[in-house]
């Protein structure tokens, strides 16, 4: 055997973990914009669904993604940080048509503890600064000059750390005349708090503010920015979600928002307000259906919304005021597979030739090897799973899922079996947590996969056609019959 090996990804990344739409291709273009651990991909929203325009490998695992529109700009940046604390901002080029890199930079510093929550990366609304929680006990500041271009980072000690306190989230408020952020941290008794502070810039230093609110319980782990005019923030918990009203207002509407649980259950919170004094006046929260578990929640225009998951498959699904099919409201538009997380697999030898096709859904597995019936043969013919029992999930009545999207992770388990005894091997994972648990086949080759199908009779030939010439691309396919074409 040589002693020279190298290894090579066999699959590329299916597992969702930022979205987000914008216009980044074009002002008059509305674009999504998916991270999926080490890659970007952009999307081009059209009336018959999702086109891709382009996949990107970032060298580094993709921990921050964050829209901004710089003062005089007509198209949407995009903020890239890794795990390893590398940053980049790009840009689309309408020129030619390519991804450019504006500005690149290293924000780790020689001295820090890393955070345990993970990192934190936010903008204020009127793109003023970057603000990036990196280390426990710092907030580290990017500021723009009136240009849209990004001046020297520093680090701001955040007060909280002095009382030995854990950030659980932060976010920008909105209107505000001053950087303003909210931030839900942990006190020393696992109580969940709020605080604002105002970043001075002249001074690169935090200036107490006017919001404190204690004891939200201690399943709060989420903040909700809510826009102008009534400029507050959502507080999300297990059990409880509060509205806490701050200052400023403009003229934009924030007052409906859709929230994905652990189960994959989808709830819309609709805020009820007051025109006159701009308060809210209530809070209404409903159950809209089922789908995968999600990591991420994109709204995509005309009650079609785009669901990451780093569980199970994502999903672009259709919110319907009737209900659909068995009295649900939730329709699946289209389906993006996932495998992670793979949790347990192996190899089998198997008559198809495909890669990465789903053998079955089975919700609960744990745990997935092979098995020889006798002894005393030479290849592995069985599989054994062991499986949880859990209780069949609530469906919900207003979800329509119109596509699903592959998602091989989380894989917690796999095994390698050669079935068919032809000396040639198949992984075998078993992808997924929860609900959104299923086994699936991933071995080399070449594979087809059925996007449409028509029943035709009587075609004598067939052929593609382009609109001219001049076009790269083939977008017409022409048929014939015996008796037309």
Same mark, same amino acid.
Request: charged content about 20%; some cysteine; aromatic content about 8%.
């Given at each position: 055997?040589?002693?020279?090996?190298?290894?090579?990804?066999?699959?590329?990344?299916t597992?969702?973990?930022?979205?987000?739409?914008?216009?980044?291709?074009?002002?008059q273009?509305?674009?999504?914009?998916?991270?999926?651990?080490?890659r970007v991909?952009?999307?081009?929203?059209?009336?018959?669904?999702?086109?891709?325009?382009?996949?990107?490998?970032?060298?580094?695992?993709?921990?921050?993604?964050?829209?901004?529109?710089?003062?005089?700009?007509?198209?949407?940046?995009?903020?890239?940080?890794?795990?390893?604390?590398?940053?980049s901002?790009?840009?689309?080029?309408?020129?030619?048509?390519?991804?450019?890199?504006?500005?690149?930079?290293?924000?780790?510093?020689?001295?820090?503890?890393?955070?345990?929550?993970?990192?934190?990366?936010?903008?204020?609304?009127?793109?003023?600064?970057?603000?990036?929680?990196?280390?426990?006990?710092?907030f580290?500041?990017?500021?723009?000059?009136?240009?849209?271009?990004?001046?020297?980072?520093?680090?701001?000690?955040?007060?909280?750390?002095?009382?030995?306190?854990?950030?659980?989230?932060?976010?920008?408020?909105?209107?505000?005349?001053?950087?303003?952020?909210?931030?839900?941290?942990q006190?020393?008794?696992?109580?969940?708090?709020?605080?604002?502070?105002?970043?001075?810039?002249?001074?690169?230093?935090?200036?107490?503010g006017?919001l404190?609110?204690?004891?939200?319980?201690?399943?709060?782990?989420?903040?909700?920015?809510?826009?102008?005019?009534?400029?507050?923030?959502?507080?999300?918990?297990?059990?409880?979600?509060?509205?806490?009203?701050?200052?400023?207002?403009?003229?934009?509407?924030?007052?409906?928002?859709?929230?994905?649980?652990?189960?994959?259950?989808?709830?819309?919170?609709?805020?009820?307000?007051?025109?006159?004094?701009?308060?809210?006046?209530?809070?209404?929260i409903?159950?809209?259906?089922?789908?995968?578990?999600?990591?991420?929640?994109?709204?995509?225009?005309?009650?079609?919304?785009?669901?990451?998951?780093?569980?199970?498959d994502?999903?672009?699904?259709?919110?319907?005021?009737?209900?659909? +099919?068995? %009295?649900? &409201? @939730? !329709?699946?538009? /289209? =389906? *993006?597979?996932?495998?992670?997380? $793979?949790?347990?697999?192996? #190899?089998?030898?198997?008559?198809?030739?495909?890669?990465?096709?789903?053998?079955?859904?089975?919700?609960?597995?744990?745990?997935?090897?092979?098995?020889?019936?006798?002894?005393?043969?030479?290849?592995?013919?069985?599989?054994?799973?062991?499986?949880?029992n859990?209780?069949?999930? +609530?469906? %919900?009545p &207003? @979800? !329509?899922?119109? /596509? =699903? *999207?592959?998602?091989?992770?989380? $894989?917690?388990?796999?095994? #390698?079996?050669?079935l068919?005894?032809?000396?040639?091997?198949?992984?075998?994972?078993?992808?997924?947590?929860?609900?959104?648990?299923?086994?699936?086949?991933?071995?080399?080759?070449?594979?087809?996969?059925?996007?449409?199908?028509?029943?035709?009779?009587?075609?004598?030939?067939?052929?593609?056609?382009?609109?001219?010439?001049?076009?790269?691309?083939?977008?017409?396919?022409?048929?014939?019959?015996?008796?037309?074409?």
């Amino acid at each position: 055997m040589s002693i020279w090996n190298y290894a090579v990804t066999a699959h590329k990344p299916t597992n969702v973990t930022h979205s987000c739409v914008c216009n980044f291709t074009a002002p008059q273009e509305l674009n999504l914009i998916v991270a999926k651990c080490t890659r970007v991909e952009i999307h081009l929203l059209t009336p018959q669904g999702l086109q891709p325009m382009l996949d990107v490998p970032i060298y580094g695992r993709i921990a921050i993604l964050e829209l901004f529109r710089p003062h005089g700009e007509a198209q949407d940046f995009l903020l890239i940080a890794t795990e390893r604390y590398k940053f980049s901002v790009l840009q689309w080029d309408t020129g030619t048509n390519e991804l450019i890199t504006r500005a690149r930079g290293d924000v780790s510093d020689r001295i820090g503890r890393p955070t345990d929550n993970g990192q934190i990366g936010v903008i204020d609304p009127n793109c003023r600064l970057i603000g990036l929680h990196l280390y426990d006990g710092l907030f580290k500041v990017i500021p723009f000059d009136n240009n849209g271009q990004l001046e020297e980072a520093y680090n701001i000690r955040i007060p909280l750390m002095r009382e030995d306190l854990q950030v659980l989230d932060i976010k920008f408020l909105y209107g505000c005349s001053e950087p303003t952020i909210v931030v839900l941290y942990q006190d020393k008794k696992d109580g969940r708090d709020v605080k604002t502070y105002e970043v001075d810039l002249n001074v690169k230093d935090f200036v107490e503010g006017p919001l404190v609110k204690n004891n939200l319980g201690n399943g709060a782990s989420l903040l909700i920015p809510v826009p102008p005019p009534l400029c507050g923030v959502l507080i999300i918990g297990q059990e409880t979600i509060s509205i806490t009203k701050a200052f400023g207002r403009v003229d934009a509407d924030g007052s409906r928002h859709l929230l994905g649980d652990h189960a994959g259950l989808l709830h819309p919170i609709s805020l009820d307000s007051s025109t006159s004094i701009f308060r809210v006046t209530g809070l209404k929260i409903e159950l809209l259906g089922e789908t995968s578990i999600a990591s991420t929640i994109s709204y995509l225009g005309n009650e079609v919304v785009y669901i990451g998951s780093s569980c199970g498959d994502s999903q672009r699904i259709k919110l319907n005021p009737q209900p659909v +099919a068995k %009295g649900s &409201y @939730v !329709e699946v538009l /289209e =389906r *993006y597979v996932n495998l992670a997380p $793979i949790v347990d697999f192996c #190899v089998v030898d198997l008559e198809k030739q495909g890669q990465g096709q789903a053998s079955a859904e089975l919700h609960g597995i744990t745990g997935m090897w092979s098995l020889r019936s006798p002894t005393n043969d030479s290849f592995d013919t069985f599989l054994v799973l062991i499986k949880l029992n859990l209780q069949p999930d +609530a469906k %919900g009545p &207003y @979800v !329509e899922v119109l /596509e =699903r *999207y592959v998602n091989l992770g989380p $894989i917690v388990d796999f095994c #390698v079996v050669d079935l068919e005894k032809q000396g040639q091997g198949q992984v075998v994972t078993c992808s997924g947590p929860y609900k959104d648990g299923s086994l699936r086949i991933v071995r080399n080759g070449i594979g087809i996969n059925e996007q449409a199908s028509m029943e035709l009779q009587g075609i004598t030939g067939m052929w593609s056609l382009r609109p001219s010439t001049d076009d790269p691309f083939d977008t017409f396919l022409v048929v014939s019959f015996f008796g037309e074409t």
